[in-house]
């Protein structure tokens, strides 16, 4: 039951982005800049933590599932957007670990964390699919 009420409020919560798009924009802009300066952390400056495995994968796992879904509010308007937003977070995703490669001290090219964005993109889709578009 609890589950029900939790995709209630939800569906208001992105009704409400759905109908105020500047505010949407804005959400999903400081969301990416929020992804960006957060990779851009040198690796020895991220602390260790060893309490669940692979805890970075999950963490790339979630940005992006939050990256695709704000960016789908914001163009939920235009055809075949799901699909083109996996695209580009992928694509995002794989953009970010060159940089991490080249600019980022400490840190290196992770196929794995590429693999992490892209599955939290997929899963945000399935989410909206499953759940919101209802």
């Avoid at 670990?97 to 939290?120: C, K, M, N, P």
């Amino acid at each position: 039951m609890y589950g029900f009420f939790y995709l209630v409020k939800m569906k208001t919560i992105f009704k409400y982005f759905t109908t105020h798009p500047q505010t949407t924009k804005t959400c999903a802009i400081l969301w990416t800049i929020l992804i960006i300066i957060g990779c851009s952390v040198p690796g020895s400056d991220i602390p260790k933590l060893n309490l669940i495995a692979h805890f970075d994968k999950l963490v790339h796992f979630t940005f992006f599932f939050a990256f695709f879904i704000l960016w789908y509010l914001y163009f939920h308007h235009i055809k075949h957007i799901i699909i083109l937003l996996i695209l580009i977070s992928a694509s995002f995703g794989f953009l970010i670990e060159w940089y991490q490669l080249h600019f980022v001290a400490g840190r290196s090219f992770d196929v794995w964390d590429g693999i992490a964005d892209t599955i939290g993109a997929i899963f945000g889709s399935l989410f909206i699919v499953l759940f919101m578009k209802k």
